[in-house]
């Protein structure tokens, strides 16, 4: 599939883009307990629980790293660095190519390759474009200040399915051609042969992988298939800053994108402002990322489905089993389906745990049958309460 602008604003004058997209996709994102910092003596946090003061409910979270329930819960560690980042004044661009110099040796991406650290995976995709079009010509950027806030960008998008629609697709106004890695399965252009047609027809390429880690390698993988941008969400499985993304891709063009972020006044980006504690608390994110034992840590996901596995299906009627996303939250999920025997929807059965005493959010399977839950996002002894809670309204809904 495949995008193109129009010519409104300054930046539909540049031209059109070329890319790959999909249907609107669900965000991912997720909660948890931040590390265990000091309680205010007074005021909003005292009782240790700011979103109980509030009369806001939190929930136990099998969904994933949903953006609609917060991403995901920050590491201790890098709450710590984020709190030691905000007691100096630093500047903004100069932290930001440093967090980028960072980055890309911590990523080892290829030579001619820097990052960028944004205010998500859309803010990136966003400055990146922006980037690709204005390359560093102020007068592309700018007219007043915070002019770009009040204006649409009116860049227009051609979805294109094939090598031939993408050849008819492409002219001297299109600026790039994006790639929306979750669907890479589905389209006929696969996300490789995605980054060899750009080079053929000498576009910039993008890849939104925002949700696509894990694996960890899939960090880099992209970058050394030749795309010149890679977005990645800083608030999913990387569990950092949950309003932080990263930009991967060539220097130049990550510099561009800098100047159409914030700071800079009058820019499409200064609406998404990077605090000098999500760049610091991004790279340190991706340090503990980097040094995780995955394989660990996908064995610990699957005990805990098993452990609700177990004790569901005592009840009469319910089976389990097991799959894993091929992109996109590839991490261990199990769908819970149940007989006749049972008469309870999968929505009833969500909507019941959802305002149970302890709100725990588990989905409908979408394309599968029955609820489909994943645990990478509970905190420790969370499935427990699932698998308690779970098992008792089967129970009670058992005929
Ligand atoms: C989550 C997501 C985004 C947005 O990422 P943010 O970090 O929340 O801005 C973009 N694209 C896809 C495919 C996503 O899953």
Redesign the pocket.
């Known amino acids: 599939m495949n995008i193109t602008s129009s010519r409104r604003g300054f930046l539909g004058l540049l031209g059109a883009i070329t890319g790959a997209l999909a249907a609107p996709?669900k965000?991912?994102?997720a909660k948890s307990p931040g590390p265990q910092s000091a309680q205010t003596e007074s005021g909003s946090g005292k009782s240790g629980n700011p979103y109980q003061e509030l009369g806001v409910t939190t929930v136990i979270n099998a969904e994933g790293t949903m953006?609609m329930l917060g991403g995901s819960l920050i590491r201790p560690e890098v709450e710590l660095v984020m709190a030691q980042a905000s007691r100096h004044f630093v500047s903004i661009p100069e932290l930001e190519s440093a967090a980028g110099k960072r980055i890309a040796q911590l990523l080892k991406l290829p030579v001619g390759y820097s990052a960028l650290v944004t205010?998500?995976?859309?803010?990136a995709?966003q400055s990146g474009l922006a980037g690709i079009l204005t390359a560093d010509n102020e007068s592309f950027m700018h007219r007043n200040p915070f002019d770009h806030q009040l204006r649409a960008t009116g860049v227009k998008l051609i979805e294109i399915e094939t090598r031939e629609q993408l050849r008819r697709a492409v002219n001297e106004r299109t600026a790039m051609m994006h790639f929306?890695?979750?669907a890479s399965a589905a389209g006929q252009i696969k996300v490789d042969e995605w980054a060899k047609l750009a080079k053929q027809y000498s576009l910039p390429c993008m890849n939104?992988a925002?949700?696509d880690t894990p694996p960890l390698s899939h960090l880099w993988d992209y970058s050394n298939m030749g795309y010149d941008l890679v977005?990645f969400?800083?608030?999913?499985a990387l569990r950092g800053p949950q309003c932080a993304?990263l930009l991967i891709g060539r220097e130049e063009l990550v510099h561009y994108a800098l100047l159409n972020n914030s700071p800079y006044e009058d820019t499409l980006g200064r609406g998404q402002k990077v605090g000098k504690e999500e760049i610091i608390g991004m790279i340190k994110a991706l340090e503990l990322y980097l040094n995780e034992d995955h394989d660990l840590l996908t064995k610990e996901w699957q005990q805990r489905l098993e452990t609700v596995s177990r004790q569901i299906t005592k009840v009469p009627g319910v089976s389990t089993s097991f799959f894993t996303p091929d992109i996109?939250n590839h991490v261990p999920h199990m769908q819970i389906v149940w007989d006749a025997k049972i008469s309870l929807t999968p929505q009833q059965a969500s909507q019941i745990l959802r305002s149970g005493q302890h709100s725990i959010v588990i989905g409908t399977g979408e394309d599968r049958p029955g609820l489909a839950m994943n645990s990478f996002m509970l905190q420790p002894g969370e499935e427990n309460i699932i698998a308690e809670q779970l098992a008792k309204v089967l129970r009670e809904h058992s005929a």
Not at 119 to 123: T, V
Not at 233 to 236: L, V
């Open positions: 996709h965000l991912s994102a953006t205010s998500g995976a859309a803010g995709i929306t890695n979750f939104d925002a949700a977005t969400s800083g608030g999913k993304g996109a």
